[in-house]
């Protein structure tokens, strides 16, 4: 009976039931329990950072971005007691680092949420403008060179002999041309604000372009220096990193932005030169 039972599971394409007292045969249709240890351990715990672990991130190299985006991203229990800072500032970790550590162990003691940590949608330094693609791309810069404006004015209040210097671009035009609104970015060097910028509208000559730079010694001198300089309004959004908007009132004309320092040089400055389309 049991051979002719059988024969009837073959022929049926089922499986053919095992004798009793049998152990069943091991198959890969289902996870199969396994006795005694585990090949696989317990997955490790996610590494916390520390203030080690920073300072070894900045000993590396790497940047004050990424390290920021690690610290805001990644577990952390840092010690930012006064001596403990002050031992992180004279190795040179910077303030936003600092702000950053802070902030995380202030949430970790008070288990108060914080504000977010900003990130510069950029990491390089210089001058940007947002595409019709909605990214910003890095602008080419020239040089400008100094020369004297051919003339000199004395001060009545200090009795200083003040020279007018003129900023000078070779060339007519600039290879970008910009079409209204247009939104800029600056990315500044540790120590500098956006409002240490100009915004320069130059005046065309025949074979280049050439704004008033210098009365005194400083951009921003009472006479000539602000006769070609445009208002703007920077706006931080992150660490080192401001936005401002030209809008469709700006007239037409070859501009420039001009980072600081650039009118006390004689020459090889930079200055990110654009054109806004009429």
């Known amino acids: 009976m049991r051979n002719f039972l059988a024969t009837l599971a073959v022929i049926a394409g089922l499986a053919l039931p095992f004798a ?26 996610t590494a916390t950072m520390t203030n080690d672990s920073v300072l070894r991130m900045h000993a590396a190299g790497l940047s004050d971005e990424l390290i920021l985006q690690t610290i805001a991203t990644q577990p952390g229990r ?15 970790l910077s303030d936003p680092i600092l702000e950053a550590m802070t902030k995380k162990a202030r949430r970790q003691i008070t288990n108060v949420p914080v504000a977010p940590i900003e990130l510069s949608p950029v990491n390089e330094i210089g001058v940007y403008y947002k595409d019709r693609e909605g990214r910003w791309q890095l602008m080419d810069s020239e040089i400008v060179h100094i020369k004297s404006g051919g003339f ?55 074979k280049d372009r050439e704004f008033r730079v210098l009365t005194g010694g400083v951009i921003h001198s009472t006479g000539g220096a602000q006769r070609d300089e445009v208002p703007f309004k920077p706006v931080r959004i992150a660490p080192r990193t401001w936005t401002f908007t030209l809008g469709k009132d ?10 600081p320092g650039t009118g006390n040089v004689t020459n090889g400055g930079k200055i990110y ?5 009429e």
Do not use: C, M
């Open 152 to 206: 000199v004015k004395s001060t009545l209040t200090h009795g200083i002999i003040k020279e007018d210097r003129n900023g000078v671009v070779n060339g007519r035009e600039s290879k970008l041309l910009l079409w209204r609104p247009i939104e800029f970015l600056i990315y500044t060097p540790d120590g500098e604000t956006a409002t240490d910028y100009d915004l320069i509208a130059f005046r065309l000559n025949s």
């Open 78 to 92: 840092f010690d930012t007691d006064a001596d403990a800072l002050i031992a992180l500032k004279q190795a040179g």
């Open 20 to 45: 009793a007292g049998q152990t069943p045969p091991h198959t890969t249709d289902a996870p199969q329990l396994i006795e005694g240890p585990q090949a696989a351990g317990k997955p490790a715990d």
């Open 250 to 259: 700006t007239p037409g004309a070859e501009y420039g932005i001009l980072p």
């Open 273 to 277: 030169t654009f054109a806004i389309s």
